[in-house]
């Protein structure tokens, strides 16, 4: 196999982290792809988890920061590709294993497709969810997966990540769509927010430092603007799902609108619900 490095942020992931790990249990016994879990200012037991999967390297920092957690991975990581994986998203041994092909195959950046899983989440993040599944927009983007790929080639378009908190929409501003490959595999499976307090809260997040990312005026990305004309043509094909696009479009106005009246770009709000225990 092809060699590769799987790198994963962890901050008080104690909950999920098993879960991940487990996912990519088949992998540990190829040398040749490395997964790295940084534990950054973590209180709980993040890294006794991390620790109990053999072939595991653990990676402890006192200050919680995703980015210097993400720079500390990339500083231990080996050579070939790089999977960029969130601590609370599954990712198979066999998607990791063909993302991992693709990019060392001279694609530049990459993902495998994502999966939401909204079972136990209330009507309106379903419904809101249900949405963002069918935007192609948003399937084709790195952003937004909680995982994201990339060779040597496309690593090289950047020094080191920058202080942002949106990490994947500063990755994805790098490549044009025709350089990112959504790779045929297992797709990684997104656990969504359980209540709509909750899903705003991430959103919010996000919106606060796109501006820093795009550069725009308007602070979107293309991806983003892409869903508008994505959310026209699904209502046209569609009729029957104008209640889920109103859910979405009102959904994303709020979150935008609360993000605009936030103080603090590098608050980082987190979504719990997604990580509670059945």
Known sequence: MKPG???????????????????????????????????????????????????????????????????EGDRRAGPGPRIYLDADIVLTGRAARDVIDALSAGRLAGRPPQRFDAHRAGWAVRSWYRIRQSLPSISSALWGAGCYALSETGRARFAEFPDLVSDDLFIDSLFSPAEVTIVDTDPVIVTVPRRLADLVRILRRSYRTQREVTEQDDGLSDGQRGQLADLRALVRRSPRRIGDAIVYVLVIAYARLSARLTCSPQRWERDRSSRELE
Do not use: F, M, W, Y
């Open 5 to 71: 490095t799987i790198i994963i942020a962890a901050h008080n992931e104690e909950s999920v982290l098993g879960r991940t790990l487990d996912a990519l249990a088949d992998l540990r016994a190829d040398d040749a792809v490395r997964v790295i879990v940084v534990c950054n200012g973590c209180t709980d037991g993040t890294a006794a988890v991390a620790g109990a999967h053999p072939g595991v390297q653990v990676v402890e920092l006192a200050a919680a920061s995703k980015v210097g957690a993400l720079r």
